[in-house]
């Protein structure tokens, strides 16, 4: 089946502007996952939803950085007045549930996002 | 709070040869392992993973893994690399704990494979 799909897959944009990055999880997959990338700081973990809510939204790395999900299905992160260090590959993940780790998160291809 | 160390930011091992990438991690609890792998402009593929029961656990493309207790590790193996297996590697900890489910990473080990 298909799986994880993340849009756009590249995006360049100036500093300043807003951005936003979409993921497609697995169908029926009710937990979502999104993680960036960055040569400095590796993988890390900035926010999960179980269903539409997010329960901890500490991970995200300042307030320019917002997420939602709807209809348990698609999420949007958005970046406020992007900032050179922005600069990063966006990951996002689904699970068939949030059950804790004891779940394997599926990855989508990520977005990779260059702020000029 | 828990944490992943891959003391190898580099491996360079030849065609055929066996491999292992090693993982240490910091945890309070008996966590969930695992190991995923990328290839350059790809996402993160799915190489095993160690919940509990065995702790040898076999993965895709011929890897596997064990988690030892006492050492705080679960380092990745294989018998034999194909050239294929250029990538990187990167071990995870998922908690056990509930809450907050995302994993924590390490920072990777680059494996390149000599002809």
Do not use: M
């Not at chain 1, 009710?30 to 269903?51: D, H, M, N, P, V």
């Not at chain 1, 406020?80 to 059950?99: H, I, K, N």
């Amino acid at each position: 089946g298909a799986g994880v799909s993340q849009s756009p897959s590249n995006k360049v944009t100036e500093k300043g502007k807003d951005v936003e990055l979409r993921c497609d999880p697995i169908s029926g997959h009710t937990a979502l996952y999104w993680y960036r990338q960055s040569l400095g700081q590796g993988l890390e973990f900035l926010i999960y939803f179980q269903g539409n809510s997010a329960p901890d939204k500490s991970g995200l790395p300042s307030d320019r950085f917002s997420a939602e999900r709807t209809g348990g299905s698609v999420s949007t992160l958005t970046i406020q007045r992007t900032q050179q260090e922005d600069s990063a590959v966006y990951l996002c993940a689904s699970s068939p549930s949030g059950a804790g780790g004891a779940t394997t998160q599926y990855f989508g291809p990520g977005t990779r996002l260059l702020v000029l | 709070a828990q944490s992943v160390t891959q003391p190898d930011i580099h491996i360079t091992v030849s065609e055929g040869a066996s491999l292992e990438l090693r993982c240490n991690y910091s945890y309070g609890a008996t966590p969930y392992l695992f190991w995923y792998v990328q290839s350059p402009g790809q996402g993160l593929q799915l190489l095993l993973k160690y919940f509990s029961g065995d702790t040898l656990v076999q993965g895709i493309k011929g890897f596997e893994a064990e988690f030892k207790r006492s050492q705080s590790s679960f380092n990745l193996r294989k018998p034999s690399v194909h050239w294929s297996d250029a990538a990187e590697y990167f071990c995870a900890v998922g908690l056990s704990g509930g809450g907050a489910d995302g994993l924590t990473f390490g920072k990777g080990t680059h494996l390149i494979i000599q002809p």
